[in-house]
């Protein structure tokens, strides 16, 4: 408004006594603020000769401004403190400087806390140059109220100008407290002068109702005159905020009919009716319910020793909201010469000073190289800039130091376990306390009707032969390579025949008893299937296990060793590469290979028949063992009977409805649980062709699996969830190129996901999605889930088309959404999608034949109701009978494979999975008009983290921060003596390492409640993952303690 600046300039003439054809000095910006409105407003309103000088001139000679007042003997300057401090730094060369012409020094910015010291000193210097002290005019400006308040020059014989020590305790909690100056804690003010004439001050309550403040409080300075500004242009309800403002008093009442300018300073009123300014509203930080002042901060900041190690003007103070409070975050630029030694003292420096002289704790402090914080177009940092860069994590920082342990004090209390209530707690048939019990089952075995011939055979070796009379060219195994191409296959009669001759050479040349035991090193393929029946027929128990890797034998021929060793084999069968490995210079560095048992290679076999197959007489001896190492590194081997193996079998069959003209493609490792059985044993039971996809030809050739499914037509393929991460990595971008091949799986009905593990809802959607164009059904992809006592307690085959209509169809797989944070306290509560900690949870597939599930406690061993989370155990013919370890312990044994109720079905045994999950009856109904019963693996027990008293699943956490960042490929958690330590993988440059600490340090507390003591940062592919791609966090956790991961960056959160 032209009214209002000429208001405004006709107050500046009047508060400075300017006159015509007086000299000024300017070095501000003339184009806005106090430059523009004294240098070039108000001295052409009264003609007076103004000298300007750029900041570009003031960069090369920081002494022009005092020589040009000395030349032109100026009567009036306009600086900040700023050119103060830098006349002061380069005076000293100068002679004749003689300042006795100023009248008046305004300080732009003199109601910054800061401008004191440069005032103070200024004086000090230049005094016996002829400044004379009541000269120095403070000023305090913002852009909605212009002049808020100027020192006027005075007469030598008038009062000195004002002073304020005031106590930082008093001021962050809004009250005005006088201290003494000797205190580090204090915050000392000079004052502004007063108010403008023809302006009206009044000091309202920073927040909230504009209410006018008592005396003793510091609020925000809001002025009622002509000569302000009147509006925001373009935003009507910020300028109704800003520029519309009637303050009230105590009782409710308006104090002036006239509307009031905030002008977004903190301050107070003196007695005098001198303002004072403590600070800018924009830099109002309230931490804990007290408030900070972003500027007061860095001056604490600054005044650390060694001054020398940032740059003065480069430091940024921000909050950032974090877990329901703000917190503080201070950026400074470093100077290039430092060493990390100096950083690191003077940040923890920096911390005790903050915490010492404002009771604050410092959320972050970051260190960036010089020059790199963005700037303002006049040279100072650009703060909101800087805060998203911090929060996008793009800073950049080359040194963080995090303290969330010190400053975050308002996590949710821990959590303390109530006694459990025992069996008194009202059991009423298959009511536990008012819910339905948790349990479910499978179809019948025994009341299914099917004209399955292997029936009557007790035993897979029976099966075989039976198979190699009635259909002797029948195939049942074809083996693909990497280029797709058929490497090898096996008839009914050749595995037959194979198989005897293996027989015969243990018979001869290993001269082995029957039960002894035989482990298999055979790559994934067609002779580690004729190996396992060769030990059938001549009465061993085979153990099939994974071969070393030739590039890697040093960690991976050990494994070999120990399952040799752990399962007592007598003997070793394996091809004639392996066996040159075995035997190579690195095997020997890798283990002593004198400890060997005989090794047998089967790739030339004797030519005669055996004398006789043995036949087992008693179906409850050992089939075979099968040992897997778990995710937590656990060796485990359990006993696999040859009535449990058919048993699974024949429950494989019937869920998957597996006969003699069905073709399975497999793309699974043949070493353990549902892999090995679905590659070695159904077909001969079942009699379907395996079309055999090793998954290690998958990296040569991603597209191998898919192409294969399409190409020979299948409808029911197996795979693991490594699998389908190379598809989706490898081919997300290929689909186009695969559908002009002709790729098409719309024949797929099932695809089955085999896992130890909660469905990996995220891959398996995102699978579906990227490969519908191909004619993928979205109901085709789902999953299974098998443990140790169990290898196989779940599978969903779904049933798609026209066969769904037949009854043989299982339900669609249901998707649940629990609340997380009942999850960690042992609880399922059930809420809608999208809403706050909601965690999306997969059916982990449907109930095998012949299978029984309960929900229980694990602790009292009591059932649990339904949907109550607890421990799976399962009941079922094919559950292993029992670990097999050197050193027998029947305690953890009895425990996990013969458990019974504490209460209400006690007879039963059960084989305890060690998993979490629940149970929860769905609308849909079974085949047989049942409702259907949908089971929902949470997690291992044995992984799950004791956290603050309550339960918390790695992957949750992991979910969490591999969102945090673009970079972040891969993520890993575990606990280090109470610690959280996060192991993240970086795609990307280094310098974007420290980055990712307070991003993960952020999104851990708000998700989780959970304080993150160590950041790893680490290159792609260091976390270690087994063949079913379930990470291995206790052999990662290892590593990390003997110092083996050599990281990018370790962060230790204070």
Same mark, same amino acid.
């Given at each position: ?29 003339? @184009? ?275 001054? @020398? ?563 799976i155990w399962v009941h079922s013919g094919h559950n292993a009978s029992g670990y097999f370890t050197v050193y027998g312990d029947e305690a953890l044994q009895s425990d996990h494979f013969n458990s019974r109720l504490s209460f209400g079905d006690t007879q039963t045994i059960w084989a305890r999975t060690g998993y979490l999950g629940f149970l929860r009856r769905t609308e849909l109904t079974d085949a047989n008009g049942e409702r259907h019963d949908a089971l929902y693996v949470v997690g291992a027990l044995e992984e799950a983290m004791e956290l603050r008293g309550m339960r918390y699943h790695p992957i949750d956490i992991e979910t969490s921060v591999i969102r945090t960042h673009k970079s972040i490929t891969e993520c890993a958690v575990f606990t280090w003596t109470n610690l959280l ?74």
């Open positions: 408004m032209r009214v209002a600046m000429l208001t405004h300039c006709q107050a500046i003439t009047q508060s400075c006594s300017y006159t015509e054809a007086e000299t000024i000095v300017n070095v501000l910006d003339f @184009k806005k603020d106090v430059g523009l409105w004294h240098a070039v407003l108000t001295s052409v309103m009264n003609m007076m000769h103004v000298i300007s000088i750029p900041y570009a001139l003031m960069k090369v000679n920081p002494l022009s401004w005092i020589q040009k007042v000395c030349q032109y003997k100026a009567k009036v300057a306009c600086v900040k403190s700023r050119d103060m401090h830098w006349a002061l730094v380069a005076h000293r060369d100068q002679r004749d400087i003689n300042l006795s012409s100023l009248r008046m020094l305004v300080v732009a910015d003199g109601s910054n806390p800061w401008s004191i010291s440069s005032c103070d000193a200024f004086l000090n210097v230049f005094q016996t140059k002829g400044l004379k002290p009541e000269v120095i005019c403070p000023c305090a400006s913002s852009p909605e109220a212009l002049t808020v308040a100027i020192r006027r020059p005075v007469d030598e014989s008038s009062a000195p100008p004002g002073r304020g020590v005031l106590s930082m305790q008093g001021l962050s909690h809004g009250v005005i407290r006088v201290d003494s100056e000797e205190k580090l804690s204090v915050l000392t003010l000079q004052d502004v002068g007063s108010v403008m004439p023809g302006a009206m001050m009044c000091v309202v309550k920073p927040d909230g109702v504009p209410q006018l403040c008592k005396t003793d409080e510091i609020g925000e300075l809001c002025i009622c005159s002509v000569a302000t500004g009147t509006s925001y242009y373009g935003l009507a309800g910020m300028t109704k905020n800003t520029f519309e403002v009637f303050p009230v008093s105590s009782n409710g009442s308006p104090i002036s009919d006239y509307p009031f300018t905030r002008s977004g300073l903190l301050g107070f009123i003196a007695p005098a009716g001198l303002i004072f300014v403590a600070g800018k509203m924009d830099g109002l930080m309230v931490v804990g319910g007290r408030r900070h002042n972003a500027d007061d901060i860095v001056a604490t900041a600054l005044a650390v020793e060694p001054m @020398k190690f940032v740059y003065r003007g480069r430091i940024a103070v921000f909050s950032i909201t974090v877990l329901h409070d703000e917190r503080i975050v201070v950026v400074a630029e470093q100077r290039p010469d430092s060493t990390e030694e100096d950083s690191f003292q003077w940040m923890s420096r920096v911390l005790q000073a903050i915490d010492g002289i404002h009771q604050v704790g410092v959320y972050c402090l970051a260190l960036v190289p010089s020059n790199t914080l963005p700037k303002t177009p006049l040279g100072g940092i650009h703060l909101s800039e800087t805060k998203q860069l911090f929060l996008e994590g793009a800073l950049h920082p080359c040194n963080v130091l995090m303290c969330p342990h010190t400053c975050v004090t308002n996590l949710p209390k821990p959590r303390q376990k109530q006694p459990e209530i025992g069996p008194a707690s009202v059991m009423v048939g298959n009511l536990v306390s008012g819910k339905r019990i948790a349990q479910a089952s499978g179809r019948d075995l025994g009341q299914i009707e099917d004209n399955d011939q292997a029936r009557k055979f007790l035993f897979l070796s029976e099966v075989l032969q039976w198979r190699a009379q009635t259909t002797p060219d029948h195939i049942l195994y074809t083996l693909l390579n990497s280029r797709g191409t058929i490497a090898s296959s096996l008839t009914c009669v050749q595995l037959h025949k194979r198989a005897e001759k293996i027989a015969t050479m243990l018979a001869e040349r290993g001269h082995l008893q029957d039960g002894d035991h035989v482990a298999l090193v055979y790559p994934p393929g067609i002779d580690l299937i004729a190996a396992f029946y060769g030990c059938l027929y001549a009465g061993c128990v085979p153990i099939t296990v994974r071969p070393p890797h030739p590039q890697n034998i040093a960690t991976t021929l050990p494994t070999v060793k120990m399952i040799v060793e752990v399962s007592r084999s007598v003997c070793v069968m394996t091809t004639q590469i392996i066996l040159k490995l075995l035997r190579s210079k690195e095997a020997s560095a890798a283990v002593d290979v004198r400890t060997w048992p005989p090794v047998l290679d089967t790739d030339d076999l004797p030519k005669k028949k055996p004398p006789l197959l043995y036949k087992p007489s008693n179906p409850d001896t050992l089939a075979y063992l099968d040992f897997s190492v778990s995710t937590t590194g656990m060796l485990a081997g359990v006993k696999m009977s040859h009535t449990a193996t058919s048993a699974f079998c024949r429950s494989i069959k019937l869920q998957c409805e597996l006969y003699p003209s069905r073709e399975v493609a497999i793309c699974l490792d043949p070493y353990c649980g549902l892999g090995f059985v679905l590659w070695c044993l159904c077909s001969v039971y079942s009699g379907h062709q395996s079309i055999l996809i090793p998954p290690s030809e998958l990296e040569v050739n991603p597209s191998l699996w898919l192409s294969a499914v399409s190409q020979y037509k299948v409808r029911d393929t197996f795979c693991s969830y490594s699998v389908m991460e190379l598809c989706t990595k490898g081919l997300g971008l290929q689909t186009d190129l695969l559908k002009s091949r002709g790729l098409d799986l719309s024949r797929v009905r099932t695809c089955v996901l085999v896992a130890e593990e909660r469905p990996r809802i995220a891959l398996t959607q995102s699978f579906s999605k990227l490969f519908k164009d191909l004619g993928l059904h979205p109901r085709a992809v789902s999953t299974s889930f098998g443990c140790r006592v169990n290898l196989a307690i779940c599978l969903q085959p779904h049933r798609l088309g026209k066969l769904a209509d037949q009854g043989t169809s299982g339900p669609d797989p249901t998707t649940v959404f629990v609340d997380m944070r009942a999850l960690r306290h042992d609880r399922v509560r059930l809420v809608e999608r999208g809403s706050p900690h909601s965690l999306p949870l997969m059916e982990s597939g449907k109930i095998l034949p012949g299978v029984r599930i309960i929900i229980a406690n694990p602790e009292t061993k009591g059932p649990m109701g339904e949907s109550h989370l607890g421990e330590v996060v192991v993240v993988e970086l795609d990307g440059s280094e310098q974007e390492a420290l980055d990712l600490v307070p991003l993960v340090t952020n999104v851990v507390l708000e998700e989780h409640y959970l304080i993150v003591g160590v950041v790893v940062v680490v290159d792609i592919g260091v976390i270690p993952i087994n063949s079913r791609g379930e990470k291995q966090r206790m052999h990662l956790r290892d590593g990390f303690l003997a110092d083996q991961l050599d990281p990018i960056y370790v962060a230790y959160n204070m």
